[in-house]
């Protein structure tokens, strides 16, 4: 049976390309078109970025390339120069340039921040386009802020922060490698005063940043799962126990959860139950434009608390 990917043609007529700058094109994860629910489809100014969580035929695999790379000749050239396509299953992942040519140094662009991709050599590439509102909060509730990066990856949240005017960003994760993609991040904004990178498996080192609280805002933004290091489900609460000691009268908070499996009223009551009581809900961010979804509960769920008055 032949696969139609008409609504994959209609969602790159309906994407603002001429704004250059990171987004989804087609979000298939979000089930809204069942037939295509393992493919993505991200534009990472100058290429498209092609993902499938599922196996694809050969055969097919060329028609659907072949079909995008024709479209964006015939209606971008100027914009769209390279295309890759990512096999993703499970842990494991395999990229190919499939059409064109990437830069050397490949950075993109959002609201007016640039950050560095990869979309060759990892699984990640550096960005995550579904948290574009959470970095938008940051930006906007950062100013003369002390700022708490927890899981940091590639400090994309502490360059919108500091892009906010926040005075300091302390960004924590365990991985070296993420780190020194940050500091490059950084450097890239002119933004590299007030900041600081701290190579730490959070769950050890809550003494560390206890020693620096409190904090006017603290963002929390695990991995769903990290082989040796974190598994959602089993570790979030213990970040969560401790949070209340890092807290000043007026801390806000950005409490992150991209789990399928964890649904949003769970996870606002794994939160009440291991926070004791320390900080109230305020609001869901609504979801990062073009990630429709059919079940919300199956999102991204991002969260933003306060300090409880």
Same mark, same amino acid.
């Given at each position: 049976?032949?696969?139609?990917?008409?609504?994959?043609?209609?969602?790159?007529?309906?994407?603002?390309?001429?704004?250059?700058?990171?987004?989804?094109?087609?979000?298939?994860?979000?089930?809204?078109?069942?037939?295509?629910?393992?493919?993505?489809?991200?534009?990472?100014?100058?290429?498209l970025f092609l993902v499938s969580y599922?196996?694809?035929?050969?055969?097919?695999?060329?028609?659907?390339?072949?079909?995008?790379?024709?479209?964006?000749?015939?209606?971008?050239?100027?914009?769209?120069?390279?295309?890759?396509?990512?096999?993703?299953?499970?842990?494991?992942?395999?990229?190919?340039? %499939?059409?064109?040519?990437?830069?050397?140094?490949?950075?993109?662009?959002?609201?007016?921040?640039?950050?560095?991709?990869?979309?060759?050599?990892?699984?990640?590439?550096?960005?995550?386009?579904?948290?574009?509102?959470?970095?938008?909060?940051?930006?906007?509730?950062?100013?003369?802020?002390?700022?708490?990066?927890?899981?940091?990856?590639?400090?994309?949240?502490?360059?919108?922060a500091m892009h906010g005017g926040a005075?300091?960003?302390?960004?924590?994760?365990?991985?070296?490698?993420?780190?020194?993609?940050?500091?490059?991040?950084?450097?890239?904004?002119? %933004?590299?005063?007030?900041?600081?990178?701290?190579?730490?498996?959070?769950?050890?080192?809550?003494?560390?940043?206890?020693?620096?609280?409190?904090?006017?805002?603290?963002?929390?933004?695990?991995?769903?799962?990290?082989?040796?290091?974190?598994?959602?489900?089993?570790?979030?609460?213990?970040?969560?126990?401790?949070?209340?000691?890092?807290?000043?009268?007026?801390?806000?908070?950005?409490?992150?959860?991209?789990?399928?499996?964890?649904?949003?009223?769970?996870?606002?009551?794994?939160?009440?139950?291991?926070?004791?009581?320390?900080?109230?809900?305020v609001k869901r961010l609504e979801p990062?434009?073009?990630?429709?979804?059919?079940?919300?509960?199956?999102?991204?769920?991002?969260?933003?608390?306060?300090?409880?008055?």
């Open positions: 049976m032949t696969t139609d990917f008409t609504p994959l043609i209609n969602a790159l007529a309906d994407t603002p390309f001429s704004d250059n700058e990171l987004c989804r094109v087609f979000h298939g994860r979000g089930h809204s078109v069942e037939a295509l629910s393992h493919i993505n489809l991200d534009f990472y100014p100058p290429s599922s196996e694809i035929d050969e055969a097919t695999l060329t028609t659907l390339t072949d079909t995008l790379w024709q479209w964006a000749q015939k209606h971008h050239p100027e914009l769209i120069t390279a295309l890759v396509y990512q096999q993703r299953a499970g842990l494991q992942s395999h990229n190919t340039l %499939v059409h064109g040519q990437l830069p050397v140094r490949h950075s993109v662009a959002e609201n007016g921040v640039s950050f560095l991709v990869d979309l060759m050599s990892k699984q990640n590439t550096g960005i995550f386009p579904d948290m574009r509102k959470g970095r938008e909060f940051v930006m906007q509730n950062s100013k003369h802020a002390k700022v708490l990066n927890l899981f940091s990856y590639t400090c994309g949240f502490s360059v919108a005075d300091h960003v302390m960004n924590m994760d365990m991985s070296k490698g993420v780190l020194k993609v940050g500091k490059q991040n950084h450097q890239l904004n002119n %933004v590299d005063r007030g900041v600081s990178f701290l190579p730490h498996d959070i769950l050890k080192s809550f003494g560390k940043l206890k020693k620096a609280a409190p904090f006017d805002l603290i963002i929390v933004d695990p991995p769903s799962f990290q082989k040796g290091s974190f598994i959602l489900t089993k570790d979030y609460q213990k970040v969560l126990r401790r949070l209340p000691e890092l807290l000043n009268d007026t801390t806000q908070l950005l409490l992150c959860a991209n789990s399928p499996e964890l649904t949003e009223n769970d996870f606002k009551a794994l939160i009440e139950e291991h926070t004791q009581g320390s900080i109230e809900f990062t434009d073009r990630f429709i979804e059919i079940d919300s509960d199956k999102s991204l769920k991002a969260l933003v608390y306060k300090t409880k008055t």
